[in-house]
């Protein structure tokens, strides 16, 4: 199926304190939003935030926003006054700015791991076709536009509206935007000026250290951001949602209306087309290959690797051509599950090695042609003289991962705990230590079940052993709560 048959539909899962929005292409699950209650994203939002703290040595500052941490924000995000930028050739934040100023400031980075938020002065107000940029000077064209007639047409028609309101504004025309009439798109510049307008005067009245502006919820972003002129339905389950949607769509979507459709039968929506199935999926680290080849997803605070491994496959030629068909399967589920777990930021892929240029120069292709319709910009970078495919991904909000899990409390996010045997030579070096330094009689182990067992068995040492060896009496209790690798040695 070609690209432009594509059946591209979204469906909305709403309950009393999660939304979630999946979006299907030919019914495979692509992407997945989750937005809860009391962990809301807070990307777009606005604030009137206090300088608590600027570092010319990183040319940034930490912008006190009343959260739980404070703010990131870099020179190359800072508004310049005029009389600064005409008198200095090389701009310092010390120029600019000054602990104490109130400042107002926009999130676009949610707070990822124990960073706090990225923010940016250079304001965006988004609406369905235009993006309006206070302080900007210019027009631009989502680069998703492939006909030059049509961006010049919008690009006329959208800098003649500003000349018309002597607006020196910068816009950015989205693609949604394409084959717009003059109209649709000057009702969208009006309601984002007067939009500017309610978040300056929200500034002057507001305290200090609180939110002025805060983008729409999920299901309304859906409709802003997530539809095309190629999704054929957009399916909710909530019929206070659904009215709400079918408002907005009404009001700023013409013709929107007629695709979001209200699901009411009883079986849960996201059972339709195995979408709990692929989130769950989407949390594991190996992804089995239809070849029977599997990929290996490693998500650190550093970078994500991906390693690609035959495995089972042998194929029906030479071993050349059985990787390259591995690799060729590969460079489409990685581009899936690139959007689908929402990774971000540096990307390593370790593709088998390959020993035929043409073959990797393919399988690029292949990524990159599967990631052509990622909305996260992206750049890839050609395969390295190791063989690895270095890529970066626009990262603005948390991984599926760390929406939904959380690190191991048994092995604290390293991803494995210790062997029993490890343990056993921890427990015996533990008592050995404390019968140096202090005189007692009895000792007891308390451990998990198999590190009992472990020594009940006889394994290591034995218990007999310990004891003959310690020159003490050992007694052990197995605890329950206990992970593999912790343990507590008690002297009596």
Known sequence: MTEESEK??????????????????NGVLQEVHIERSTQRGI???????????????????????????????HVSDIVIPKAVEKNSDELDIKDVLHEGDDIMVQVVKDPLGNKGARMTMLITLPSRYLVLMPHGDSVGIST?????????RLRDMVEGLLKENILEYGVIVRTAAEGAALETIAADLRYTLKLWNKVQQRYMSANVKTMIYEDVSLPLRVLRDMLSTDVERVLVDSKVDFTMMLDFASTYIPNAELILEHYKE?????????????????LSRNINLESGGYVIFDQTEAMNTIDVNTGGYVGHHNFEETIYRTNL??????????????LGGIIIIDFIDMEEQDHRNNVLYELKKSLSR???RHQIMPVSSLGLVEMTRKRTRESLQHVLGKDCAG???RGFVMKVETVYFEVLREIIKQSRQFEFQKVSILAHQDMIEFLLDGQGLGLTELE???????RLQAESLYDQDQFDVVLM
Not at 468 to 474: A, C, D, L, P, V
Request: hydrophobic fraction near 40%; charge should be negative.
């Open 8 to 25: 591209k539909e979204i469906f909305v899962n709403v309950t009393s304190t999660e939304v979630r929005a999946a979006l299907l292409e």
């Open 43 to 73: 990307v777009s939002n606005i604030y009137k935030g206090k300088v608590s703290r600027v570092l010319p040595g990183m040319q940034a500052a930490f912008i006190d926003l009343g959260l739980e941490r404070t703010a990131f924000l």
């Open 374 to 376: 990622d909305q996260a």
């Open 411 to 413: 092995c604290g996010g």
């Open 266 to 282: 009883c079986h849960p929506i996201f059972d339709l087309h195995d979408i709990e199935d692929e989130i769950k999926k989407a």
């Open 144 to 152: 998703r536009i492939e006909d030059d007639d049509e961006k010049e």
């Open 468 to 474: 003959k060896q310690t020159g003490k009496s050992i």
């Open 329 to 342: 399967e590969a460079a489409v589920v990685i581009a899936r599950q690139l959007r689908l777990r929402n």
